[in-house]
RNA sequence: GCGCCCAUAGCACAACUGGAUAGUGCAUCGCCCUUCUAAGGCGAGGGUUUCAGGUUCGAAUCCUGAUGGGCGUACCA
């Protein structure tokens, strides 16, 4: 309907050109709006306002002369100047619920547009450190990547998600050695845990299968394990860095490169099987779990830096080499191996971003959170050098979430092992209520969580709104069908006219708007804005529900009703499908 | 210091990307269950869109500056 009306502007455009009241080289962007204002028609357009200029008239003047040349369609019943020179359309009331066929022919498929046009993108996501389980923070990077990847998804692109395992570097490697003294801890050693360890109770489960499987042949006598090792923070000469650092150098040593590698290997395969579980639990899932140490292994990494040395881009200062990141509009070069040898977590996310382009994928979807903000352009400046595009990389920054209990402010820290983790979060109030909650706020916009509302008003939530809107449309529907009457769409369809009350047309015209924000939500990256259609369609049911009554003697009405409604149930589904909230049969 | 992001009703957030009278939920106050689920509906109150300028037919939205908040500014990952 609305590209009927931006179809018959565009001829209008090229008629004023015609006729010499716009010059020929003007080419207006065609403007047809939803009317926020039932008195303001159905759609409306601003092309009045925009030419107004180059017509050299005032834009009443010209909206009057747009008017006459607008041809006649059967569907729009009455054009009608307003304001200061917007042109409404009023559409045919019994026009407004062909969408409705549309809906039920295409069911799941409703709403599905094709700008992706087939190309590929990956959307990598979460990628939190297997260093503990997920916090409510990584929560929102969760629920929105899932929902932009199905929203990419539906709107024609082909599309793979992706976790990235940082399962290689030091904190890996204080994150064995934690286990490893909390092993020994277990099997009777005494001695103070390192301030820089992972301290969380899952440290136990693993010790747990460690002593299962080893039980005490890990075992190293304390005085060895500490002795040569630099005190730790608070003590004389003390460094909680170097601490940790001489430990791990200890474990390696004492435990020979296979037993670390076991107590290594059993913390991580530990932690990742607990993030997946918990995210499959959270309704997120990933085609890949891409292992940083592959990139290692396979030798990516060396051909990713000897790739920037062909381009010319890499100078050595102070026995590292350094990335001239600069030439391509970034604050300071950056070092990719350092002086000791060691490549950075940089060199390793230049060849990922460089390997994610070799599998052919077109489109590179970041999810970040806000505090890696100063890193996108360092990623960009590498994949520019590499002679890739660095166009093909969209970042997506997500703001922290700051979490209150009780109106105070909480902090987080994996290490410390005080957060709030997503599981508890999701057996507080269910998977369906925190992924609702986490995308109804744009990705930008920083976030308060407050758990103990999050919590107390678990009901409150407008999850519950639209889940009750379907699960009533089902109860109705299969109330017909106890009472004899089962739902016959086709005439239900044939008697859609019959319906006219403002309720009705409301719905339809609601209808009518989802592919379009789908559409708009998708090109944006904006799932937020199927949460809000969806509350405002889940408003239009209830309103209706409260008006009329449904299952009614009449065959015809109540055909065309149940029909109506039905659109709705499968409208609802589609879009919670989109946010990864379920479409409960009955609360 | 410099850089990025944010600021909208008591609270949490929207506003079709520059459009008409700035909306929704919670909270507050009325009314509606012998009728398909009241986790619902109908209505009321609540705003100088942080402040000061600018751009234009038109600004919450764009530009400049100020204020307040978050984050970043490693040869860490």
Not at 121 to 134: I, Q
Request: charged share 25%; glycine share 8%.
């Amino acid at each position: 309907m609305k590209q009927q009306i931006a179809q018959i502007l565009t001829e209008v455009v090229q008629q004023l050109k015609q006729q010499g009241v716009i010059p020929e080289d003007t080419s207006p962007r065609i403007n047809v709006e939803n009317t926020r204002d039932k008195s303001h028609g159905d759609f409306a357009t601003n092309l009045a306002m925009m030419l107004t200029k180059q017509a050299g008239m005032p834009p009443r003047d010209l909206a009057q002369k747009i008017v006459e040349l607008v041809a006649d369609v059967p569907v729009v019943q009455k054009v009608e100047i307003a304001g200061p020179g917007f042109i409404n359309f009023f559409v045919d009331d019994s026009a407004k619920f062909d969408v409705v066929q549309t809906v039920l022919e295409q069911k799941e498929n409703f709403g599905k547009c094709n700008v992706g046009q087939g190309r590929s993108v990956l959307v990598e996501f979460v990628s939190a450190n297997p260093t503990g389980p997920l916090h409510v923070g990584h929560g929102r990077g969760a629920a929105y990547g899932a929902s932009v990847a199905n929203l990419l998804e539906v709107a024609g692109f082909k599309v793979a998600k992706e976790y990235y395992v940082n399962d290689a570097g030091r904190q890996m490697d204080i994150l064995a050695t934690s286990v490893w003294l909390r092993y020994l801890e277990q099997c009777g050693e005494t001695f103070t845990f390192p301030s820089n360890g992972y301290k969380g109770d899952y440290i136990y489960a693993i010790c747990d299968s460690l002593q299962a499987h080893y039980a005490t042949t890990l075992q190293k006598p304390v005085s060895e394990v500490f002795a040569g090792v630099t005190p730790d923070e608070g003590q004389e000469g003390g460094d909680k860095e170097k601490h940790i650092d001489d430990l791990i150098v200890k474990a390696k040593n004492l435990l020979g490169s296979q037993h670390y590698e076991a107590v290594f290997k059993a913390a991580i395969d530990a932690i990742l099987s607990d993030i997946k579980e918990d995210l499959a639990g959270f309704n997120v899932n990933f085609d890949e779990w891409f292992s940083e140490r592959s990139l290692m292994d396979s030798g990516v990494i060396d051909a990713a830096i000897e790739k920037l040395q062909a381009s010319g881009k890499i100078y050595e200062k102070g026995g590292a080499l350094w990335f001239k990141s600069t030439d391509y509009g970034d604050e300071k070069d950056r070092v990719v191996v350092r002086d000791n040898g060691i490549k950075t977590y940089f060199a390793s996310d230049i060849a990922y971003h460089f390997n994610k382009l070799e599998r052919g994928f077109d489109i590179l979807i970041d999810i970040w959170g806000s505090d890696h903000h100063g890193y996108v352009p360092r990623v960009k400046a590498a994949m520019e050098a590499m002679g890739t595009d660095s166009e093909a990389l969209k970042v997506l920054l997500v703001q922290f979430a700051v979490l209150y209990r009780g109106g105070e402010k909480l902090a987080m820290s994996t290490r410390s092992g005080q957060f709030v983790t997503l599981r508890e979060l999701r057996d507080e109030v269910g998977s369906d209520a925190a992924r609702f909650f986490y995308v109804q706020r744009k990705s930008e916009q920083h976030m308060d969580f407050d758990l103990d509302l999050a919590k107390s008003k678990s009901n409150e939530n407008p999850v519950y709104y639209i889940q009750y809107a379907h699960a009533r449309i089902c109860r109705v529907l299969a109330q017909a069908v106890e009472k004899g009457y089962s739902l016959d769409t086709e005439a239900g369809l044939g008697n859609l006219a019959k319906l006219e009350s403002e309720q009705e047309i409301h719905i339809a015209t609601e209808l009518a708007k989802y592919p379009e924000i789908v559409a708009r939500a998708a090109a944006v990256y904006e799932p937020h804005q199927i949460a809000y259609y969806l509350k405002d369609l889940a408003h239009g049911l209830h309103s209706y529900y409260n008006a009329n009554q449904f299952i009614v003697e009449d065959d015809e009405i109540r055909q065309a009703r149940l029909t109506l409604i039905s659109a709705v149930q499968q409208v609802l589904k589609n879009g919670l499908a989109i946010i990864g909230v379920s479409a409960p049969e009955k609360m």
